[in-house]
């Protein structure tokens, strides 16, 4: 059986994925006329266009780069994607101003969020079948993990900890484990504590248990 490549989109994609899904569900419901849910829901949506903006800003400065080094034009279509990306931002965060009070912005909201949700599943899933490829091809694990580390590395405590927010939950107990795992031998013991705190409340029992079996804790 042929060792499955390192996969530099996986986990964060996991995160964005359950993260869009999350908010979008939350500005369906939302009550235009609730101050207390509209400041819930308003900080939901920035903190998840933000982190999509920082997305698409280190894959351009990272990861595109990389591939057009080895293969050129190989990322053309999907860096127009992420022009378009960024003006669909820039236009979600301009209706959000517009919701308090205002059921027509708030319907406006969720109908323009849910266009971006789908048009990001889909670029996720082009990036996953047609970047790794050309990654795959031109580009060993170590050298591939170089690019993620150097990606990782540049990254504030606090985009971090969001990104941890939404990855962990959402792997499989494997992944879960050897993200964990790979984190405990390498980061300061408060750094990994402080992960553990953070996801405990978001996973069930069972994947708890499981977490913890494999992590000797």
Not at 32 to 53: T, Y
Not at 67 to 95: F, K, N, T, Y
Not at 129 to 138: C, D, G, I, P, Y
């Amino acid at each position: 059986m042929q060792h499955p490549r390192h996969d530099i989109y996986a986990f964060i994609h996991k995160g964005l994925r359950a993260f869009m899904a999350h908010t979008l569900v939350r500005v369906g419901r939302l009550d235009a006329h609730d101050s207390a849910d509209i400041a819930v829901v308003s900080e939901e949506v920035r903190a998840l266009l933000d982190i999509c903006e920082h997305h698409l800003e280190n894959e351009n400065r990272h990861v595109h780069p990389a591939m057009e080094a080895r293969q050129p034009g190989s990322c053309a279509d999907v860096a127009a994607e992420h022009e378009a990306h960024a003006l669909e931002i820039a236009q979600l965060r301009w209706l959000l101003e517009r919701v308090p009070g205002n059921d027509e912005a708030a319907q406006g909201l969720y109908r323009r969020l849910s266009d971006f949700v789908g048009h990001n599943f889909e670029h996720m899933g082009k990036e996953e079948r047609e970047h790794n490829a050309v990654l795959w091809t031109h580009y060993s694990d170590d050298e591939i993990r170089a690019i993620e580390h150097a990606i990782v590395s540049g990254e504030a405590p606090d985009r971090l900890q969001l990104a941890m927010r939404w990855m962990l939950p959402h792997m499989t107990p494997n992944e879960r484990a050897g993200m964990l795992g790979g984190m405990r031998r390498t980061a300061p013991a408060e750094v990994f504590d402080g992960v553990l705190n953070l996801i405990r409340p978001l996973l069930g029992g069972r994947d708890w248990r499981k977490l913890t079996l494999a992590l000797g804790i």
